[in-house]
């Protein structure tokens, strides 16, 4: 019987890192939402709207997509951080380019292009190599 106890306690776990998990995506959610909605008054109350602003946007959109789909599937798409990334760099390019000097712009840009390049590798690397279904008592598995 220690077998139906060992099964007994890995679902229990399993549902605990589950609940967990669901906890924090609120906490991101929540967070991401309260800082758009900020991003949004502070543009409405300075009366402009700039590039810098609309690449913040877009990077809160991309952390509610990435959300999203950590909701719906039960994993992460390695391509959106990296998306989130590159609008990031983007932004403090926008930003900054005119305080920094040669080598530092070129050397973001060069940030920005490995971050592309990298994208591209995981792309093809998805449809090249697809994941096969797991099962769902692996830990890595996807889950029902």
């Known amino acids: 019987m220690p077998n139906g106890i060992e099964h007994?306690?890995?679902e229990r776990g399993?549902?605990?890192?589950?609940?967990?998990?669901?906890?924090?995506?609120?906490?991101v959610l929540i967070a991401t939402l309260t800082a758009a909605g900020q991003e949004v008054l502070?543009?409405?109350?300075?009366?402009?709207?700039t590039v810098a602003d609309?690449?913040?946007l877009f990077i809160y959109l991309e952390l509610l997509a990435?959300?999203?789909i950590y909701w719906r599937a039960?994993?992460?798409?390695?391509r959106m951080p990296l998306y989130i990334a590159i609008v990031a760099m983007a932004r403090h390019l926008t930003l900054e380019t005119p305080d920094m000097n040669?080598?530092?712009?070129?050397?973001?840009?060069?940030?920005?292009?490995?971050?592309?390049?990298?994208?591209?590798v995981v792309r093809y690397g998805h449809i090249r190599l697809p994941y096969r279904?797991?099962?769902?008592?692996?830990?890595g598995g996807k889950r029902s």
């Open 102 to 120: 040669a080598w530092t712009t070129l050397a973001e840009g060069g940030t920005v292009l490995l971050l592309s390049l990298a994208v591209l």
């Open 133 to 139: 279904d797991e099962d769902p008592d692996n830990i």
């Open 54 to 56: 609309l690449l913040m």
């Open 8 to 10: 007994t306690l890995r």
């Open 14 to 27: 399993f549902r605990l890192i589950r609940l967990l998990e669901y906890a924090g995506l609120l906490v």
């Open 74 to 78: 039960g994993r992460l798409p390695v």
């Open 42 to 49: 502070l543009m409405y109350r300075q009366g402009r709207v």
């Open 66 to 68: 990435m959300n999203g």
